[in-house]
């Protein structure tokens, strides 16, 4: 049992930072790759999950090892919502398809929500996104309870549609509408105790 509450820090992930603390890599020419230590100052907080290096968003970091796991573990089904630019307009039968689980390499994904939504209010993306006139596009809002390696991406591309843009706006009970890319906040209490209980079900045997 904790001696102290935990650590929990809410971060809105700029596009082009890794989610790690350090990083060995450059970019081709020698540039130093962005990562957390870039924006964040806190001793001991680690990120509970990841989101890939082209996607942007929320993401939790934490000093508890324990809630650390539950958040990133998949087997605790943990919903985290992400909006979704994609290349074409996706049929309701491709949304079906999402929803019901696609087939990838590492095997059939989970049943995701999935639903067609106007362009929302978000941030310019830096750099910009490229657009082509000659491809139309279509914003998504998917919801899913597993957290495979880019897994909305390769979910996207297996129904036909690839994607242009990924945002993820909720882990759980937590949103933040109103946090600029590159600013973090502690949790409120009230946050941190809905998070735990959201991620206090046991994983299946």
Same mark, same amino acid.
Request: charged share 45%; no cysteine.
């Given at each position: 049992m904790r001696a102290v509450p935990p650590r929990l820090i809410l971060f809105n992930k700029p596009y082009g930072v890794l989610s790690q603390f350090t990083d060995r890599g450059t970019e081709a020419g020698g540039t130093i790759r962005p990562t957390l230590s870039d924006y964040i100052d806190v001793p001991g907080v680690y990120p509970a999950g990841r989101l890939d290096r082209d996607s942007e968003g929320l993401l939790l970091l934490t000093d508890d090892g324990q809630l650390q796991a539950r958040i990133a573990d998949p087997r605790f089904k943990l919903p985290k919502c992400y909006l979704v630019q994609?290349?074409?307009?996706?049929? =309701? =039968?491709?949304? =079906?398809?999402?929803?019901r689980g696609v087939r990838l390499n590492d095997g059939m994904t989970r049943p995701a929500g999935a639903e067609r939504i106007a362009a929302p209010a978000l941030w310019p993306r830096d750099p910009p996104i490229r657009f082509r006139k000659s491809v139309p596009d279509c914003?998504?809002?998917?919801?899913?309870? =597993?957290?495979?390696?880019?897994?909305?991406?390769?979910?996207c591309e297996a129904v036909g549609h690839p994607v242009v843009r990924l945002v993820r706006t909720r882990i759980g009970p937590i949103t933040d509408r109103s946090l600029k890319p590159g600013e973090w906040r502690a949790l409120t209490q009230d946050e941190v105790r809905a998070l735990e209980r959201a991620a206090a079900g046991r994983a299946p045997r």
């Open positions: 994609v290349e074409g307009e996706p049929s =309701e =039968e491709d949304l =079906e398809q999402l929803r914003w998504l809002k998917l919801t899913i309870r =597993e957290g495979r390696n880019r897994q909305v991406r390769r979910m």
